[in-house]
């Protein structure tokens, strides 16, 4: 009896599973081993195995691991067997190096089995260069701006204070003139009764 074919589907949602996992491990602070995320079945297991690996590769890098596709190529043979695709996982370590600024030591090629841990820490991408800061853009004019003239207003405040003070010394002096004449009418008065009193005194000594 033939063996049942199997989905093409089904097989890249298993793989796609095992592929988040694997990335869940590493998003959470651990180093997931690549052997416990491999099927048995070799049919499987090839494919999914080069992703495995670029992932794998790509944190490791992003932590500052200066690791080479040897660590990998000794552990899983099956990997020599393309050179397309062992071509293919060196051009993307090289690309994920030089984006983390990470370089290789002098003595230590892409296939060796290690780390590269004898070079020290990871070399540092170089400072970005300093240019001077463009000049400062022209603050423009400000507008001029036209205060009004206060003096017109200013000039009829004055003159409508002046009519009142003038009106006020008009009144003033209308008061002193109704006083004065009061007065000197006042005193004609007590000078026509002083005279009729002293008429009146000759009369009654000349009756004597």
Same mark, same amino acid.
């Not at 048995?40 to 670029?54: F, I, M, N, T, Y």
């Not at 200066?66 to 000794?74: A, D, P």
């Not at 899983?76 to 397309?84: A, G, M, Q």
């Given at each position: 009896?033939?063996?049942?074919?199997?989905?093409?589907?089904?097989?890249?949602?298993?793989?796609?599973?095992?592929?988040?996992?694997?990335?869940?491990?590493?998003?959470?602070?651990?180093?997931?081993?690549?052997?416990?995320?491999?099927?048995?079945?070799?049919?499987?297991?090839?494919?999914?195995?080069?992703?495995?690996?670029?992932?794998?590769?790509?944190?490791?890098?992003?932590?500052?691991?200066?690791? +080479?596709?040897?660590?990998? +190529?000794?552990?899983?043979?099956?990997?020599?067997?393309?050179?397309?695709?062992?071509?293919?996982?060196?051009?993307?370590?090289?690309?994920?190096?030089?984006?983390?600024?990470?370089?290789?030591?002098?003595?230590?090629?892409?296939?060796d089995d290690s780390t590269d841990d004898s070079?020290?820490?990871?070399?540092?991408?170089?400072?970005?260069?300093? +240019?001077?800061?463009?000049?400062?853009?022209?603050?423009?004019?400000?507008?001029?701006?036209?205060?009004?003239?206060?003096?017109?207003? +200013?000039?009829?405040?004055?003159?409508?204070?002046?009519?009142?003070?003038?009106?006020?010394?008009?009144?003033?002096?209308?008061?002193?003139?109704?006083?004065?004449?009061?007065?000197?009418?006042?005193?004609?008065?007590?000078?026509?009764?002083?005279?009729?009193?002293?008429?009146?005194?000759?009369?009654?000594?000349?009756s004597r």
């Amino acid at each position: 009896m033939p063996a049942a074919r199997r989905s093409p589907n089904s097989e890249r949602q298993r793989h796609e599973e095992v592929l988040r996992h694997f990335e869940d491990a590493w998003r959470g602070g651990r180093q997931p081993v690549l052997e416990e995320y491999l099927p048995a079945d070799p049919a499987e297991r090839s494919g999914l195995l080069v992703e495995l690996v670029h992932l794998d590769l790509e944190y490791r890098i992003k932590a500052g691991e200066r690791v +080479t596709l040897g660590f990998y +190529t000794e552990r899983f043979p099956e990997l020599k067997r393309d050179p397309e695709v062992l071509a293919g996982m060196r051009a993307a370590a090289e690309a994920m190096r030089k984006q983390a600024g990470i370089t290789l030591g002098p003595a230590t090629s892409e296939t060796d089995d290690s780390t590269d841990d004898s070079e020290g820490e990871v070399t540092p991408p170089p400072a970005p260069e300093v +240019t001077a800061p463009p000049p400062a853009p022209s603050v423009p004019s400000l507008p001029q701006v036209q205060l009004p003239d206060w003096r017109p207003e +200013t000039e009829r405040l004055l003159r409508r204070k002046l009519r009142r003070y003038r009106a006020l010394v008009a009144t003033l002096a209308a008061l002193l003139l109704a006083a004065g004449v009061f007065l000197w009418l006042l005193m004609a008065e007590h000078d026509q009764m002083r005279r009729e009193r002293d008429e009146a005194r000759q009369q009654i000594q000349q009756s004597r």
